[in-house]
């Protein structure tokens, strides 16, 4: 059907070329950029040798605008799926716009020199996306991303309309490392050190982070954890497209021994984004501590467990009160097993495929930047059931979140 440019051949990028390979009838031409080629040929050779598909490679610095324009023109894809770090988002959106290319992403674009996230950034190029007549997808991971579409999907065929939003994100799974982190571990102490935000009454209330603290029990034995709530980007797109929502909350689990490493790690100055003069060096700490820990990208063969991600949603329906629990969950082992990584990459990139292939085949092609919940969710909800990540509702009696 048309040719894609995924740049980024880190964790979730090695998922999504996977995925992307596994549908050849969609995604007829495959081209993976990254800044390291020898890591764009790794998952090139990988592929080929568990699906015969060639996947084109090459090097882009995507933080140079020019160099990204003339790969654009050079491989005229029709869309761009950025699974690079958010700090590259809006280079890849103006390369887009230079060369006439549909982009998508899976998180929201944060300034390397402030742990801040949110859309304005990307909301700003509204306008020259549709004067371009071009699609930016923005958040089609699993969270930015199933979770929204979780929500679009409940508040369409089980409520009028939605009152309280809790996003519980759940990862059962050990890799048996004393710290790592699962994803890109600079982004994800960004994130999990960040102040909490969450949505009450019309209005984003700040608590420290990792303040609040509550017990889940995951369905099907995915086993009881301690959640703490935290800010997460997709709280801000939601609160915007269903504004019926009083309060939102997103809960993520982690384990004490995290928690106690990062502490540590935050006391001594570890964690730190401002440059530090070492021997005479710049070194930014989190860049450095970065470098110390294990590649996400290894840790596919000793991840053994379940996540268990999913949105509990309260509202009404027909003037009764109605809570549903849609939810996930994925297996780390099975993962491996599929595409040779573990079940974050995995939940990460099997949305964006999905989001990807909405496009492509024109579902979601419509001008302008959406966030993914703002798209009709049906067939992406058919889709996340078709190719690795099947989903359940349950209506639940009573829902409340102790300490
Ligand atoms: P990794 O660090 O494993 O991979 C990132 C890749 O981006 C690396 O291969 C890196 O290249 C490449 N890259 C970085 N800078 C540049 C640049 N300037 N030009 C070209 N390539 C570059 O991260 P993950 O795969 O874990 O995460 C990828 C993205 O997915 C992140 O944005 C992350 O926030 C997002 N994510 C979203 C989730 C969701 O549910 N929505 C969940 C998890 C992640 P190199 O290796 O050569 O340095």
């Known amino acids: 059907m048309a040719k894609v440019v995924i740049i980024g051949a880190g964790g979730v990028g090695g998922v999504v070329v996977h995925k992307c390979a596994q549908l050849a009838e969609v995604f007829t031409e495959i081209t993976l950029a990254s800044r390291t080629l020898s890591k764009c040929d790794e998952i090139s050779d990988a592929i080929k040798k568990r699906t015969g598909i060639t996947v084109k490679t090459a090097q882009v610095d995507a933080d140079n605008v020019p160099e990204l324009v003339a790969l654009l023109q050079q491989e005229a894809p029709k869309l761009v799926i950025n699974v690079a770090l958010p700090y590259q988002d809006l280079h890849i959106m103006e390369a887009c ?134 800010y997460h980007e997709e709280l801000e797109s939601l609160t915007k497209h269903f504004p019926t929502i009083k309060r939102a909350q997103f809960w993520m689990s982690f384990s004490d021994n995290y928690l106690k490493h990062l502490e540590v790690l935050g006391n001594v100055g570890m964690t730190g984004i401002d440059p530090v003069e070492f021997e005479g060096n710049q070194i930014v700490p989190i860049q450095f501590l970065r470098a110390l820990l294990p590649d996400p990208a290894s840790l596919g063969p000793r991840t053994k467990g379940r996540t268990c991600i999913g949105c509990v949603v309260k509202g009404k329906k027909d003037g009764k009160e109605k809570i549903v629990y849609i939810y996930n969950t994925c297996d780390h082992q099975a993962c491996y097993q599929e595409v040779g990584s573990q079940a974050i990459s995995y939940t990460t990139g099997v949305p964006a495929m999905i989001g990807a292939k909405m496009i492509l085949e024109e579902k979601w092609l419509q001008p302008g930047v959406w966030n993914i919940e703002q798209l009709d969710p049906d067939a992406f909800m058919d889709d996340m059931n078709q190719y690795g990540l099947p989903w359940k509702v349950v209506e639940l009696d009573n829902f409340s979140l102790t300490s």
């Open 97 to 230: 716009l230079e060369a006439g290319v549909h982009y998508m992403d899976t998180a929201n674009y944060e300034p390397l020199d402030t742990a801040k996230f949110e859309y304005s950034w990307q909301w700003a190029y509204q306008q020259k996306f549709l004067d371009a007549g071009l699609t930016a997808l923005l958040g089609s991971g699993f969270d930015p991303g199933a979770t929204n579409v979780f929500t679009a999907y409940v508040a369409k065929h089980y409520f009028d309309e939605i009152h309280e939003l809790d996003i519980i994100d759940v990862n059962g799974g050990d890799h048996g490392y004393p710290f790592a982190t699962n994803f890109n571990p600079e982004i994800n102490i960004r994130e999990v050190t960040a102040e909490c935000r969450h949505w009450e009454n019309g209005e984003f209330v700040t608590t420290p982070a990792m303040s609040k603290k509550a017990s889940f029990t995951c369905p099907e034995e995915v086993g009881t954890y301690d959640i703490y709530r935290m």
